[in-house]
């Protein structure tokens, strides 16, 4: 399942990735504001039709029976020309980091407020699934594989 739930973020992240603008780079002003704690690999850039970007992870919650979402890292965007815009008001964000071990953090989820995140009044709590470089290399090699079994049942 675990597996099944890493694959589902690699393939997010690269249809993220396409749809992006042609500026595949996140700004660096979007990884200034991204938590140090939060691995790079876990990150998706979000971006707008204004060209403004910002960092968001994926979660999944079976616990509570839906298949996830996304959580705004930070509640501003960076855009062009060193600009900044709020994301949407009420999208859901991380809060709060209350603990990590390394391959999944707790996070108490908020929602934006005017470029802040603000904790929800009855705490919500989402534990997060970390990408490390160990499973990143998994799941290419799946993705690879996968690729291979496709092109074999066209040449058929």
Known sequence: MRLLKLTLVILLSEIAERTMCSD???SSSAKENAPVTWPQKSLLNASSSSGCTHQEIPYFDDAMGSQGGFLAVNCTKSCPEGKQENVVQGYQCVAKLESSNGEEVNVLVGYCDKGSCK???SPQHRTVSLITEEEE???????EEEEDEEEDEEEE
């Not at 290399?137 to 993705?143: D, V």
């Open 24 to 26: 595949s780079d996140p």
């Open 119 to 121: 904790p929800y009044h």
């Open 137 to 143: 290399e998994e799941g290419e090699e799946e993705g």
